[in-house]
């Protein structure tokens, strides 16, 4: 079993920058592709970005691409999302997940972190 914790989240204006971390507990932390999620105020939690097990491969959602990188140390057990020119609609709960394989699906991922408040303010 995987335990997450997030942290890097709070509160800035709209086109400044924010680093979340997910540091993760257990050394089997390279044998799960990882992934951030969010969820806004009155939706669904919404697939953000993921990282294959090695770091080599990254895919993003079409509102975060461009603005966001994600990136892992598997040496720390971390895992990051470079959050860049945020908007107010990028408010949201962000969370960290690990998967046995690389997706884009939120049901494929096994364990979950408590989630980390993001608010961007206009």
């Known amino acids: 079993q995987v335990q997450m914790v997030e942290s890097g989240g709070g509160l800035v204006q709209a086109g400044g920058s924010l680093r979340l971390s997910c540091a993760a507990s257990g050394r089997t932390f390279s044998s799960y592709a990882m992934g951030w999620f969010r969820q806004a105020p009155g939706k669904e939690r919404e697939f953000v970005a993921t990282?294959?097990?090695?770091?080599?491969?990254?895919y993003y959602s079409d509102s975060v691409k461009g603005r966001f990188s994600i990136s892992r140390d598997n040496a720390k057990n971390t895992v990051y999302l470079q959050m860049n020119s945020l908007k107010p609609e990028d408010t949201a709960i962000y969370y960290c997940?690990?998967?046995?394989?690389?997706?884009?699906?939120?049901?494929?991922?096994?364990?979950w972190g408590q989630g980390t408040q993001v608010t961007v303010s206009s």
């Open positions: 997940a690990a998967a046995a394989s690389y997706s884009v699906i939120e049901q494929q991922y096994l364990y």
């Open positions: 990282i294959n097990r090695s770091g080599t491969s990254t």
